[in-house]
């Protein structure tokens, strides 16, 4: 019968559908496997959660149980725990394009639903913003990790989709949880100061960061920046998965303190364990 199965299947030209590989059934362009990865040697969940912010992956990661830390020497790490009866997994991943490395080895070791949850680089933004979720279905902006990704040079520093299927989870959440939201596209930022502080480049230059600055601000939906977003979004495209990114808003133009120093970090744990702690993971769950 097995025989006969197969021969029925060749004769009318058709792949079984056991020999296709998960690569090959969602389209992958990449086709690492864990015995090529450099920070994820271990199977993961298929939902997460990930954040640049060391502290703030290590306070989320507090909301699971029975959890378990995966440690690495360049500082990354992530967390596999229960949540509500799901099995997640909570990452810290580097700051920039660096954080394509645990993106990519994420996905490789499993994972198929990625939320960003991090914090909007957007200068001086309005204090309505303070208990805003801001949901990124849309990032731009990317050229360098396009690139070396072996990106057709037409689609550099183009703009690339959240997954409908994550994106629709976020809504339907903060709408159930009377959470005020708003819909935004995320500009890249490469060189955090560059189209932060353009004024404080030579003359030239910040001509040419203000032109930069001055075409994104042709998009017609409101804008956040950050560091992660878009490679997050290229990577999952790029194995065929889903990915979406929160942004919550944190004071980043004290002269003297960091964010999460002082009155601002009070700030910051607030919105935190209010809203977006809870709701983040819930949304997850959702999918």
């Not at 032109?211 to 990577?235: G, N």
């Not at 120093?261 to 997850?284: C, H």
Request: aromatic share 10%.
């Amino acid at each position: 019968m097995r025989v006969f199965s197969l021969a029925f299947t060749i004769v009318l030209g058709l792949t079984p559908i056991m020999q296709l590989s998960a690569n090959e059934a969602t389209g992958a362009q990449i086709h690492l496997t864990l015995d090529d990865c450099l920070f994820v040697k271990y199977p993961v969940p298929e939902k997460g959660i990930v954040c640049s912010n060391y502290e703030r992956a290590l306070r989320l990661s507090k909301n699971l149980s029975n959890s378990e830390m995966h440690k690495c020497a360049w500082g990354p790490f992530v967390v596999v725990g229960d949540y509500k009866g799901e099995k997640l997994f909570i990452a810290c991943a580097s700051v920039g394009t660096g954080s394509g490395l645990l993106f990519t080895e994420l996905f490789v070791a499993g994972a198929k639903y990625i939320v960003r949850y991090g914090s909007d680089d957007v200068k001086f933004p309005p204090q309505s913003d303070a208990y805003l979720v801001k949901i990124v279905d849309e990032a731009d902006n990317l050229y360098g990790f396009n690139l070396q990704s072996g990106v057709p040079s037409e689609e550099w520093g183009q703009s690339v989709n959240a997954s409908a299927e994550i994106v629709k989870a976020l809504i339907s959440t903060a709408e159930s949880k009377k959470i005020n939201y708003e819909m935004r596209v995320c500009h890249h930022l490469e060189n955090y100061h560059g189209l932060r502080s353009p004024d404080k480049f030579s003359p030239e230059r910040m001509r040419r960061l203000q032109a930069i600055l001055e075409e994104l601000k042709k998009h017609h939906k409101p804008a956040s920046f950050d560091m992660e977003t878009a490679v997050l979004f290229r990577v999952a495209k790029d194995f065929g998965l889903h990915a979406a990114t929160i942004l919550q808003t944190v004071k980043k133009e004290s002269p003297k303190l960091s964010s999460y120093e002082g009155d601002n970090y009070q700030q910051a744990r607030k919105v935190e364990e209010e809203i977006f702690f809870s709701y983040v993971l819930d949304a997850l769950v959702n999918i």
